[in-house]
């Protein structure tokens, strides 16, 4: 069974941390092109990061400079670093692959996981 599990969202002040992390089972990861989205309630999802089977890394214009994405592959695991943290970087954060780096920037990968809250007080 494919499935992806997100962990590490919570409650954080701004400008303060907080690192997500989502594993990957039934997939062979190294295959997957990993993303990451946000959406705040009454708004569509938002793509933040993304990182290739071969490492490439990309941003939202949003976070640049303030998180990273990493991959584990001996772990199935992707994580986005998160620092500098903002008020309106709360949100619920979903963890996403596809094969397609296009379907991940068009919102539409084929795998997702349940979803992580992200809330920075000001």
């Known amino acids: 069974q494919m499935k992806l599990e997100e962990s590490g969202g919570g409650s954080v002040q701004a400008g303060g941390s907080l690192s997500l992390s989502c594993t990957a089972a039934?997939?062979?990861?190294?295959?997957?092109?990993m993303g990451w989205y946000h959406q705040v309630p009454g708004n569509e999802c938002e793509l933040v990061s993304t990182?290739?089977?071969?490492?490439?890394?990309r941003y939202g214009d949003i976070v640049k400079g303030r998180f990273t994405i990493s991959r584990d592959t001996g772990k199935n695991t992707v994580h986005l670093q998160m620092n500098a943290l903002k008020p309106e970087d709360t949100a619920m954060y979903y963890c996403?692959?596809?094969?397609?780096?296009?379907?991940?920037?068009?919102?539409?990968?084929?795998?997702w996981g349940q979803g992580t809250q992200v809330t920075v007080s000001s």
């Open positions: 996403a692959a596809d094969l397609s780096i296009l379907e991940i920037f068009l919102g539409k990968p084929k795998y």
């Open positions: 039934g997939f062979t990861f190294s295959n997957l092109i």
């Open positions: 990182i290739t089977s071969d490492g490439i890394r």
